[in-house]
C-alpha cells in the first residue's frame, strides 16, 4: 500500500491491524481516497492509513447506534403485527392459519420456515408450549418471537384482509406498501449490522418507497433513498411512532465534555449527551460537533454518511 501512495505512518504496528482485520474488508474503507482511475489503486496525495481505520471505527459506532434503534423497532413491529391480527381475527393461531393469508403458496413457504425455527430453537417458552399443550402450533405472539424479520414481514404482506394490513400500517403512520418497503428496508440494515459489513458509504440496490403525505415531519429535499442517510431518515419516523417521548437519558453517546451545535440544532443536549432525536433531519448538524465532543471519528465520518 506504501508502494502506491497510502502513508502508513500514522498507524502503529500497522500490520499487525492488518492482520486483525483483514484487507479485503478495509478496503471497503480505502476506496474513497483512491485515485481516478481507481482502477489504477493508486492513492491521492496525503491519504493515510490512520485516516481509513478512522472510517472503519466510525462505521462500528455507525452500526451499533443503528441497531440500537432497530431494536426498538423491530420489537414495537413485531408486537403491533401480533396484537392487531389476533384481536382482528379473534384467533390467537392466526399465523400458522391458512384461511387467513391471501396465497396458499407464499403460505406454505412461511409455513416451512416457522416449522424450521420451531424444529431448531431452543427457547424454554417454546419447549414448555410443547410439554404442556397438544397444540400442533404455539399461538402467534410466541412464534413472532423466534422467527426472523423478513420471514414475518412476508407474513405481513400475504395477511388476506387488506383492511387488516392498512390497520398495522396504519399504527405506524404509513400505507401497507410503504410499510413493506420500509420494514424490507430495516430488515436488510440489521442484517448488515448483525454481520458487521461496512454501513458508512452503503447504496442499498433496493430502493424505498417514498411517503406522498407523511405524518410526521419527513425531509424536504431531494435525498437519495439507497443512501444511509434515508434509512436514518425511515428509523427516525418509526422511533417517533413508538417512542415520541423517549427519555433525554437514552442518548446515543455520551461523552464527559459538554457540546454545541451552536445555532438551534435538536439533537444535542447542552450537558452529556447528544439526544435520542439524533435520527433528525439535522443530523447534518452533528457534522460541526467539535471532534473531542464525542470521537475523533465522527466529524469526517459522519459527513461522509451524510453527502457521499
Known amino acids: 500500500m506504501e508502494g502506491r501512495g497510502l502513508d502508513c505512518s500514522d498507524v502503529s504496528d500497522a500490520e499487525a491491524l492488518l492482520k486483525s482485520i483483514g484487507y479485503y474488508r478495509l478496503s471497503g474503507y480505502l476506496y474513497p481516497f483512491l485515485k481516478i482511475p481507481k ?24 452500526r451499533l447506534l443503528i441497531f440500537n434503534q432497530i431494536e426498538r423497532i423491530e420489537i414495537a413491529v413485531r408486537s403491533a403485527i401480533v ?20 396465497h396458499l403458496d ?6 416451512s ?85 461496512r454501513l458508512w458509504n452503503r447504496y442499498l440496490s433496493l430502493r424505498a418507497l417514498a411517503m406522498n403525505r407523511p405524518s410526521f415531519p419527513w425531509v424536504s429535499n431531494d435525498v437519495v433513498q439507497g443512501k444511509v442517510f434515508f434509512t436514518l431518515c425511515i428509523l427516525k419516523h418509526f422511533i417517533d411512532v413508538v417512542y415520541p417521548r ?39 448538524a452533528l457534522c460541526h460537533l467539535s471532534i473531542d465532543t464525542v470521537s475523533a471519528t465522527w466529524n469526517y465520518g459522519l459527513l461522509q454518511v451524510c453527502i457521499s
Not at 492513492?43 to 481505520?53: E, R
Not at 396484537?83 to 391471501?102: H, Q
Not at 407464499?106 to 409455513?111: A, C, E, I, P
Open 83 to 102: 396484537n392487531i391480527s389476533c384481536a382482528e381475527t379473534n384467533d390467537v393461531f392466526w399465523m400458522t392459519n391458512s384461511s387467513c393469508f391471501a
Open 106 to 111: 407464499k403460505f406454505s413457504k412461511t409455513k
Open 246 to 284: 423517549i427519555p433525554k437519558q437514552w442518548g446515543f453517546l455520551k461523552s464527559g465534555k459538554s457540546n454545541s451545535c451552536g445555532n438551534s440544532c435538536t439533537m444535542c443536549e447542552t450537558s452529556t449527551a447528544i439526544a435520542p432525536h439524533f435520527l433528525y433531519w439535522h443530523i447534518l
Open 113 to 197: 420456515l416457522i416449522d424450521k425455527e420451531l424444529q431448531n430453537t431452543r427457547e424454554d417458552f417454546i419447549n414448555h408450549f410443547n410439554h404442556v399443550y397438544d397444540n400442533p402450533y404455539p399461538p402467534s405472539w410466541m412464534i413472532s418471537e423466534i422467527i426472523p424479520l423478513g420471514v414475518l414481514t412476508r407474513i405481513y404482506e400475504n395477511i388476506a384482509s387488506n383492511q387488516l394490513r392498512k390497520k398495522i400500517a396504519r399504527y405506524f403512520g404509513l400505507t401497507v406498501p410503504v410499510f413493506i418497503s420500509w420494514m424490507t428496508i430495516i430488515t436488510l440494515t440489521r442484517n448488515t449490522c448483525c454481520h458487521h459489513a
Open 39 to 62: 482502477e489504477e489503486h493508486l492513492f491521492k496525495v496525503k491519504s493515510s492509513l490512520g485516516k481509513a481505520i478512522q472510517l472503519y471505527d466510525f462505521d462500528r459506532d455507525l
